[in-house]
């Protein structure tokens, strides 16, 4: 069994920072990239960054120079640091992995955390 487990969401001001950590535990061979998305009210689901398990980042343009993805292979986590807040920030948080559970390629699964929100209000 292969669980996601999110944390560090909250309620921010405006310019501050927030810190979300992604947790994967279970039966775990090998996870590949590890994705933030997120969801506003009313909005489609948006890619927010990613990183591959050799450190390579993407983000979308909406927050490049303001979130840092990283990740600790060896606590297979993930972080999304988050400054310079604005409230169309605002929005569920979700991790994403593809996990193989198991030496053959049959054992690859996609999961999904349950969701953090972040609320970027004055």
């Known amino acids: 069994q292969v669980q996601l487990v999110e944390s560090g969401g909250g309620l921010v001001q405006p310019g501050g920072s927030l810190r979300l950590s992604c947790a994967a535990s279970?039966?775990?061979?090998?996870?590949?990239?590890m994705v933030w998305y997120r969801q506003a009210p009313g909005k489609e689901r948006e890619l927010v960054a990613d990183i591959t398990n050799s450190g390579i980042t993407t983000y979308a343009d909406s927050v490049k120079g303001r979130f840092t993805i990283s990740r600790d292979n060896a606590k297979n986590t993930v972080y999304l640091q988050m400054n310079s807040l604005k409230p169309e920030d605002t929005a569920v948080y979700y991790c994403n992995a593809v996990i193989r559970t198991g030496p053959a390629v049959t054992y690859l699964k996609s999961y999904w955390g349950q969701g953090t929100q972040v609320t970027v209000s004055s």
């Open positions: 279970g039966s775990i061979f090998s996870i590949n990239t």
